[in-house]
């Protein structure tokens, strides 16, 4: 997967429609009714009703929120997860360095399957979650240093050091998204099996045991603007039966501030071939704590008709609930796959991280020169 694919991917997560829905959506857009005018009490469940569709129709425009805590959690993992990969190189077992950088992306997909967003079956706005993260990185191969000890059952020779930070604005895929990306880490990797050199065809690099500390905020804000309708015939001999229609017009500011702090564990391992190709993969688990707090606005009016003209009085005033503070989990753990390309010192490399016993899904790739 190209950086450019990526991005643009990260762009539909972001905010992007790479599709069309028609489920019910439990939404964070919700209707309060101040008043029914002149319809009588035994009619308020059908106005009711109608507020309840129109909900339905504005909600399939912004993110699933079954409830605010579960929205915000989702942020959370998801920016957990796009941070996986940015800062460690698995592939290219540099002798003395390595440079290069990398832009990952994550998402919460919740009810829906990895399948069916990237396939366009749903909208990428009925995410429950979502996370990006972008990084420069640079690591060295403690064995150029000659005076490097062993402490106690370590050999520091064995081990390679990573540093990664970048900080940026959100890019301008779309002129309604706004925000930024930072993200910081460190890390170190130490070889705990040597691996097999084939001359020529193939060489397997050992197993790496990989920990550190990863760092990321991301303050994101999509504005949606929306006109939407909804309608239902109201079964009313005194009214003549009309069919009533409620309509919003309006504009939705929608996102979060996240911050999430991570130390990851993992084992992983990868193997050379012909030298063009180097496949690699492994296991994690990750020691989460932050959260995500949520940046929500609406601005507009519901208008409520019928064809008749027999409903008049009815207003109602609406909000977005996106919930107040959201964390990770506290624990997860993870598989990584991926591929890169070698072309001398020049590296292309993508990888897939997936949670296990979770709905988030992450991809980043990126370019880097080792020697």
């Known amino acids: 997967m190209s950086v450019t694919t990526l991005a643009a991917w990260a762009a539909s997560v972001i905010g992007i429609t790479i599709g069309s829905s028609s489920p019910l959506w439990a939404g964070p857009f919700k209707t309060t009714i101040t008043s029914y005018g002149n319809v009588p009490a035994v009619l308020y469940s059908e106005i009711d009703a109608l507020m309840l569709s129109l909900e339905s129709e504005v ?7 079954s409830n605010g805590s579960t929205y915000l959690k989702g942020m959370s993992n998801a920016s957990v997860i796009a941070l996986k990969g940015i800062g460690v190189d ?21 009810n829906a ?105 991301m303050d994101i804000l999509f504005v949606q603007d929306l006109n939407k309708s909804a309608s239902r015939v109201i079964p009313s001999v005194a009214f003549g039966n009309p069919t ?53 606005r609406l601005n507009g009016t519901i208008a409520v008709s019928d064809n008749l003209g027999t409903i008049n009085g009815v207003t109602a005033n609406a909000a977005l609930d996106l919930g107040s503070h959201g964390t990770p989990s506290s624990i997860n753990t993870r598989w990584f796959l991926g591929g890169q390309l070698n072309v001398t010192l020049l590296k292309v490399y993508a990888q897939i991280n997936h949670g296990i016993g979770q709905d988030t899904w992450g991809v980043n790739a990126g370019v880097r020169i080792a020697y």
């Open 59 to 65: 909600n399939k425009r912004l993110p699933d929120t």
């Open 90 to 110: 698995y592939a290219s077992a540099p002798d003395i360095f390595v440079v290069g950088a990398g832009v990952g992306v994550g998402a919460d997909v919740g």
């Open 113 to 217: 399957s990895l399948s069916k967003v990237v396939g366009g079956d749903i909208d990428a706005r009925q995410l429950r979650g979502f996370g990006a993260a972008a990084s420069v990185m640079a690591g060295v191969n403690l064995a150029v240093f000659p005076f490097m000890p062993t402490i106690w059952v370590i050999d520091l020779k064995r081990m390679q050091l990573f540093m990664n930070f970048w900080k940026m604005d959100v890019p301008k895929f779309d002129s309604s998204l706004s925000g930024e990306l930072t993200s910081f880490g460190f890390h170190l990797q130490y070889k705990l099996m040597d691996g097999i050199k084939v001359p020529i065809f193939l060489r397997w690099g050992g197993i790496d045991f990989t920990t550190g500390f990863d760092y990321s905020t």
């Open 244 to 296: 009533a229609n409620a309509n919003f017009i309006g504009r939705a500011s929608a996102g979060a501030n996240v911050k999430v702090r991570t130390i990851p564990i993992e084992l992983s391992t990868h193997v050379q071939l012909l030298y063009v190709l180097t496949l690699f993969g492994g296991l994690g688990a990750d020691f989460n704590s932050g959260g995500a707090d949520a940046n929500a």
